[in-house]
Nanobody, 125 residues
Framework: QVQLVESGGGLVQAGGSLRLSCAAS????????MAWFRQAPGKEREFVAA????????NYAVAVKGRFTISRDNAKNTMYLQMNSLNSEDTATYYC??????????????????WGQGTQVTVSS
């Protein structure tokens, strides 16, 4: 498993931007598919975005496509989520997740075996 630590959450006004970071302790970070999920109070954890080990492929949830961008810097063992045009529906705790090698079923939380502790994003209207 990989140790993951998120940062960058906070309070932002609607229409604003935030960038989340996820630092990983992996020996070979590029071996890991990485993803962002989020969970709002009273709701299930939902997929936000995923990226392959070398960053060549990315996928997004419909709700965030065109507003959020997932990226990674394998030299820094860090993944990012740039969030633009935020709205109140984006308010949630955001989690980063990792799994070794495979990209199939990237949108399912059960596909990942390493999780961060989460970072809170609150969008005020």
């Amino acid at each position: 498993q990989v140790q993951l630590v998120e940062s960058g959450g906070g309070l932002v006004q609607a229409g604003g931007s935030l960038r989340l970071s996820c630092a990983a302790s992996a020996r070979t970070f590029s071996d890991y598919t990485m993803a962002w999920f989020r969970q709002a109070p009273g709701k299930e954890r939902e997929f936000v975005a995923a990226i392959t080990g070398r960053g060549r492929n990315t996928n997004y949830a419909v709700a965030v496509k065109g507003r959020f961008t997932i990226s990674r810097d394998n030299a820094k063992n860090t993944m990012y989520l740039q969030m633009n045009s935020l709205n109140s529906e984006d308010t949630a705790t955001y989690y980063c997740a990792a799994r070794a090698y495979y990209y199939s079923n990237y949108e399912r939380p059960e596909s990942y075996n390493s999780w961060g502790q989460g970072t809170q994003v609150t969008v005020s209207s």
